[in-house]
């Protein structure tokens, strides 16, 4: 658990605490603000920022993290082996689904989150604020 904390941590550090103000997208990073994602697939490092909507698809071997912020909205699924970690701050809304018996989710919860789980493998983590 303190080897995922602190790969998250290094994550954020690298590309940087990006507000909604700044209104810029770095899709080679996956970092993105206040934009719509029509269907992002196995892209091992999203960073959702100010009021994004956006549907996310992991399969196959894909080991992943979103960070989800301020106001996002967005479905991540999660299929065969993919492994994918989610921290959601703020007010997003997300809707996690897996399907089979060996993709997993694991959501860490910080602040007003909401989350919605559809299937088996999915373990949710609250942080509080």
Do not use: W
Not at 22 to 27: D, E, F, I, P
Not at 90 to 99: E, H, Q, S
């Amino acid at each position: 658990m303190e080897k995922i904390k602190e790969i998250v941590r290094l994550f954020l550090l690298r590309v940087g605490n990006i507000s909604p103000k700044n209104k810029r997208h770095n899709v080679a990073k996956g970092v993105f603000v206040d934009a719509d994602i029509q269907q992002l697939r196995n892209m091992p490092d999203v960073v959702l920022n100010g009021h994004c909507r956006a549907f996310l698809e992991y399969d196959g071997y894909t080991v992943a993290r979103v960070v989800a912020k301020h106001t996002t909205k967005a479905s991540i699924n999660v299929d065969e082996m993919a492994i994918v970690t989610i921290d959601a701050y703020g007010d997003t809304k997300l809707t996690v689904a897996t399907f089979g018996n060996k993709a997993q989710a694991l959501i860490f919860k910080h602040g007003n989150a909401e989350i919605e789980c559809i299937g088996q493998g999915i373990r949710i983590v609250e942080k509080g604020n």
